[in-house]
T-cell receptor, first 113, second 113 residues
Framework: EAQVTQNPRYLITVTGKKLTVTCSQN?????MSWYRQDPGLGLRQIYY???????DKGDVPEGYKVSRKEKRNFPLILESPSPNQTSLYFC????????????FGSGTRLTVV | KQEVTQIPAALSVPEGENLVLNCSFT??????LQWFRQDPGKGLTSLLL?????REQTSGRLNASLDKSSGRSTLYIAASQPGDSATYLC????????????FGQGTRLTINP
């Protein structure tokens, strides 16, 4: 089944403790991206990657890092999480340029205390 | 800057009614437009994708239209059912520029038995 898999689904952590949210897709998509969803603010793009070793900032990149060493994986790294990064995170992938539309993962609910 | 607006923010109708959800966008240079469904706290499920060269797409009881000249898209749901209750999001991908989907704030739909 074609899908985007995120792990973990739920995570509670403390301020300052580094964490990684993993994202993997099995559709051989070139493009991958991370979004966060917050009440009243909607979905906002954090980072995106056009292909292996090619990444760029989205609208709200502060406090996040990404890497794209393999085509299928696009982890999101929070080096020093803060409470304002408490959010619902989504990973998405598509063929180059958004051809064929975007497939989203099931989401990761992150709480930073 | 592309902006996407969805009206109404919330809609409650009795079961069996046909209904229309609206989505408007400011930049007509759109590559494609995608409608998603989101259940509370869950992921985004793609419902329909309309390419810029298309006028509409259909899947079961759902029909989405796209009018680039007026900057509008509609999602038509026929014979609504309680299981259709969810938040519906539209998102547009521009032809050029930022590599991302721009999302509307969503319409929260409740179908009453």
């Amino acid at each position: 089944e074609a899908q985007v898999t995120q792990n973990p689904r739920y995570l509670i952590t403390v301020t300052g403790k580094k964490l990684t949210v993993t994202c993997s897709q099995n559709m051989n998509h070139e493009y991958m991206s991370w979004y966060r969803q917050d009440p009243g603010l909607g979905l906002r793009q954090i980072y995106y990657s056009m292909n292996v070793e090619v990444t760029d900032k989205g609208d709200v990149p502060e406090g996040y890092k990404v890497s794209r060493k393999e085509k299928r994986n696009f982890p999101l790294i929070l080096e020093s999480p803060s409470p304002n990064q408490t959010s619902l995170y989504f990973c998405a992938s598509s063929l180059s340029g958004g051809l064929g539309g975007y497939t989203f993962g099931s989401g990761t609910r992150l709480t930073v205390v | 800057k592309q902006e996407v607006t969805q009206i109404p923010a919330a809609l409650s109708v009795p079961e069996g009614e046909n209904l229309v959800l609206n989505c408007s966008f400011t930049d007509s240079a759109i590559y494609n437009l995608q409608w998603f469904r989101q259940d509370p706290g869950k992921g985004l499920t793609s419902l329909l994708l309309i390419q810029s060269s298309q006028r509409e797409q259909t899947s079961g009881r759902l029909n989405a239209s796209l009018d680039k000249s007026s900057g509008r898209s509609t999602l038509y749901i026929a014979a609504s059912q309680p299981g259709d209750s969810a938040t519906y999001l539209c998102a547009g991908k521009l032809l050029q520029g930022a590599q991302k989907l721009v999302f509307g704030q969503g319409t929260r739909l409740t179908i009453n038995p």
